[in-house]
T-cell receptor, first 112, second 112 residues
Framework: SQQGEEDPQALSIQEGENATMNCSYK?????LQWYRQNSGRGLVHLIL?????REKHSGRLRVTLDTSKKSSSLLITASRAADTASYFC????????????FGDGTTLTVKP | DAMVIQNPRYQVTQFGKPVTLSCSQT?????MYWYQQKSSQAPKLLFH???????NEADTPDNFQSRRPNTSFCFLDIRSPGLGDAAMYLC???????????FGPGTRLTVL
């Protein structure tokens, strides 16, 4: 089974609202990454957080990591219609160089 | 611009007819990955190369093979495509000092 599980599976919000997506995983990790995928396209890397970090920011994105709970969250503030996409977390256990395991993703719809 | 290129973007093949998908990169990354992604699902790692070392996932069907003739190119060969192999195939690279994966736009495979 996949290492990461994401919650919710789908999220629909109004433009300007904040969106929060959660990722849980099962085993110890070296790092956790969040990716975005527009429909029918490849994945785009958003942010990487290492196991010794608790929070990272990038523009309107904020990622937290709680290794004791084996969970991470991605917060998108002041959402825009262009943020509509699927968001995946990916965990790297460090056992095989660069190999990550992807969660099932959260589909975010931002209504204008 | 440095990038990951996949050709073709759309591929149609017949049941049982061998097909090859290609990926090239200008990032000079030492790791290249092939993922299969079916609709509304997470990308599933098929295999990856660390330089010339091939790493096959345990549950990747024998029907799927890969070649990496040099650093820049990697090929996915599907020897006898079945209807269940219809999916988006994503190539990604990683290397250098980060674990970030850089994805190509994908090849959408249709099996008739």
């Amino acid at each position: 089974s996949q290492q990461g599980e994401e919650d919710p599976q789908a999220l629909s919000i109004q433009e300007g609202e904040n969106a929060t997506m959660n990722c849980s995983y099962k085993t110890s990790i070296n790092n956790l990454q969040w990716y975005r995928q527009n429909s029918g396209r490849g994945l785009v890397h958003l942010i990487l957080i290492r196991s010794n970090e608790r929070e990272k920011h990038s523009g309107r994105l904020r990622v937290t990591l709680d290794t004791s709970k084996k969970s991470s969250s991605l917060l998108i503030t002041a959402s825009r219609a262009a943020d509509t996409a699927s968001y995946f977390c990916a965990t790297d256990a460090g056992t095989n160089a660069g190999k990550s395991t992807f969660g099932d993703g959260t589909t975010l719809t931002v209504k204008p | 611009d440095a990038m990951v290129i996949q050709n073709p973007r759309y591929q149609v093949t017949q049941f049982g007819k061998p097909v090859t998908l290609s990926c090239s990169q200008t990032l000079n990354h030492n790791v290249m990955y092939w993922y299969q992604q079916k609709s509304s699902q997470a990308p599933k790692l098929l295999f990856h190369y660390y330089d010339k070392d091939f790493n096959n996932e345990a549950d990747t069907p024998d029907n799927f093979q890969s070649r990496r003739p040099n650093t820049s190119f990697c090929f996915l060969d599907i020897r006898s495509p079945g209807l269940g192999d219809a999916a988006m195939y994503l190539c990604a690279t990683s290397g250098g000092s980060t674990d970030t994966q850089y994805f190509g736009p994908g090849t959408r495979l249709t099996v008739l």
